[in-house]
């Protein structure tokens, strides 16, 4: 899979990585070869200045050849970083935002996520770590090749004896290594503590707490405790690695005293110096690429184990319709929608948030959806945003069942503000927008900003809308206060040109004046198109056509806001309620009688 994605990001790159093999070979060979050139050309008795000459000559196309391996291995590790971070991890991210709603909810996928971000984790790891192993481990076995031929012409007995030490250096280092295996899941249980100890000493939101509440040394105590047990883990992995290497040293030590008494022995018996220095250094080298190779091997087999979990991510293909499917017609036309007989439960639990509940919107119609927490309210903004499905019943967007609906169209005409909108560290046009730079339309864009009442906080910034936002990209970034951000979210919701908008307690966090006149606002700006809010602040809402009561995952009311009081039913009892928290002392109504409150 690794090799077939390279090749269609730039196949140059295996020519490349195949070239760097050869020219790592020539350049290892060299180092070994040198010598006995050098040792033959004294054994020839030329003059100093011939062979200067030669020696020169030599070195000069031994650097030649080094040169151009270096060349290689730096393209290659610049394209190997490229086709990582750029080409292969904008596909995860491309895959992030592919996979429906519910999908990426789902627990085990939150998880196989992470486990495939592993294959993304750096240079020598993962993904480029087996790309990076397998030109050493390529270089090696060429290298290995080569040198049991040139030494199997000399002593078969030598080559046997080589093979025997490199299968026991192995066994011992896979032995060494389990260890490191073993401990691999309980490390990155660690390491996951780890990191949420340091997330949270460098959260600004979280500073004011750990300052109030003492919890520095709280922190302290807690990472130490914890990086103390990861020390211990690491340190039983180098105990076993230091005893692999004490084995190995006792088994080199034996391999040249063998080695060098068997050449020494042929030295005396007529070999040539020269000759006796290549083997002498292929001696040396034999090992340490016999070594080589069953390292990057079992490393390359422990990053497989990473790229795979990022295979397995990337086969899971999106269940509801995505590029297919019927499409909308109308364009940005107000949208009606229809809930005909739907329950719901979420992925894994039996109780029932929706139950048997039937309510129609109508076009351009605004419907408030009230309740207590649990209800179902969010629920229903998560249905008609497509990321689940009903359980049984069925959603109709135009006549049309949603479950026919090409999504990426009906995104297209639908805008929707949660109660907790992301705000991205980049400039406020990128966030009312949502598009790149050169997608942007400057016009709609101003317009939005002073529909939402922020345009004239934006006209004073000196980069006015191209202002960054937050501190984490640009040092010179403004943070918005409570109410300017909730402009800000109006305008990334009316720049959009769609059909329906759903308002999920974007204004829970504002006191019930503010959030009274920002309702208020909202049906100003978007009349004639359809529109749902959710609060529950009962005042909020007064304004809108018809309201819903939910209870238990049932529409327990429907009607206006007059018609419910009317009623004196549940909802009435709900409104006085609430209505009586806004009382001042001496029986005047406070502020939120003054937005409207009964």
């Not at 299968?167 to 249980?189: G, P, T, W, Y």
């Not at 529909?451 to 006209?459: P, S, T, Y």
């Not at 974007?506 to 006191?511: M, N, Q, R, Y």
Request: charged share 25%; net charge neutral.
């Amino acid at each position: 899979m690794i090799y077939r994605e390279l090749w269609g990001y730039d196949r140059k790159v295996i020519f490349c990585s195949a070239a760097e093999v050869l020219f790592e070979v020539l350049v290892s060979f060299g180092a070994v070869l040198l010598p006995s050139i050098i040792v033959g050309m004294l054994e020839r008795k030329i003059t100093v200045e011939r062979l200067a000459g030669e020696i020169g000559l030599i070195f000069l196309f031994y650097a030649g050849i080094s040169y151009i391996a270096m060349y290689l291995k730096t393209r290659n590790l610049m394209q190997f970083i490229s086709f990582r971070s750029i080409y292969m991890e904008m596909k995860n991210l491309s895959k992030i935002g592919e996979l429906d709603y519910f999908q990426y909810e789902n627990p085990e996928t939150q998880k196989l996520c992470l486990k495939a971000e592993a294959a993304f984790d750096g240079n020598n790891d993962g993904l480029e770590g087996i790309l990076h192993n397998d030109v050493a481990a390529a270089s090696a076995l060429l290298s290995l090749i080569l040198y049991t031929v040139l030494i199997s012409g000399v002593s078969p007995w030598i080559v046997a004896m080589l093979l025997l030490i490199s299968v026991l250096q192995l066994i011992s280092f896979r032995l060494a290594n389990r260890c490191e295996v073993k401990n691999k899941d309980k490390k990155a249980e660690y390491n996951v503590t780890q990191n949420y100890l340091r997330r949270q000493a460098f959260d600004v939101p979280a500073g004011k707490d750990i300052r109030l509440y003492q919890l520095k040394d709280w922190l302290t105590r807690n990472y130490v405790a914890v990086n103390q047990k990861y020390r211990k883990l690491v340190a039983k992995e180098k105990r076993h690695y230091f005893a692999n290497d004490l084995f190995g040293l006792f088994l080199q030590l034996g391999r040249d005293a063998v080695c060098y008494g068997y050449f020494i022995y042929r030295l005396k018996n007529g070999m040539a110096v020269s000759q006796f220095v290549l083997y002498i250094g292929i001696i040396g080298a034999f090992s340490g690429y016999f070594t080589q190779i069953t390292e990057k091997l079992a490393e390359t087999v422990r990053f497989h184990k990473d790229v795979g979990f990022f295979r397995e991510f990337m086969d899971k293909k999106p269940e509801f319709h995505h590029g297919e499917g019927t499409v909308l017609k109308g364009d940005n036309q107000a949208l009606r929608v229809e809930f005909s007989h739907v329950s719901f439960s979420y992925p894994g639990s039996k109780e029932k948030v929706l139950d048997d509940i039937s309510f129609t919107i109508e076009k351009g119609e605004k419907l408030a959806l009230v309740g207590m927490n649990g209800a179902g309210k969010s629920t229903i903004v998560k249905l008609i945003c497509g990321f689940y499905r009903p359980d049984s019943g069925s959603i109709f967007i135009n006549g049309v069942d949603m479950a026919m609906l090409d999504l990426e169209e009906y995104y297209q005409l639908l805008s929707v503000v949660f109660q907790e909108s992301f705000i991205y560290s980049f400039s406020i046009a990128d966030n009312v927008s949502c598009s790149r730079e050169e997608e942007i339309d400057p016009v709609r864009c101003t317009e939005a900003l002073k529909k939402a009442g922020l345009w004239k906080k934006v006209a004073g910034l000196k980069e006015k809308e191209r202002t960054y936002l937050n501190k984490d990209i640009k040092e010179d970034g403004i943070r918005l206060s409570g109410g300017e951000l909730q402009k800000l979210i109006l305008a990334r919701a009316l720049y959009k040109e769609f059909g329906m908008i759903l308002l999920d307690e974007p204004t829970a966090a504002l006191d019930a004046i503010a959030e009274s006149e920002m309702y208020e606002k909202y049906g100003r700006l978007i009349d004639g198109k359809t529109a749902l809010f959710i609060s529950h602040r009962l005042a909020s809402t007064r304004f809108c056509d018809k309201i819903l009561l939910l209870e238990d995952g049932k529409i327990k009311e429907c009607g206006t806001h007059e018609e419910l009081m009317k009623l004196q039913g549940a909802y009435a009892g709900m409104f006085e309620i609430q209505s009586r928290y806004y009382k001042e002392d001496n029986g005047n109504e406070n502020k939120a009688d003054l937005a409207g409150t009964d």
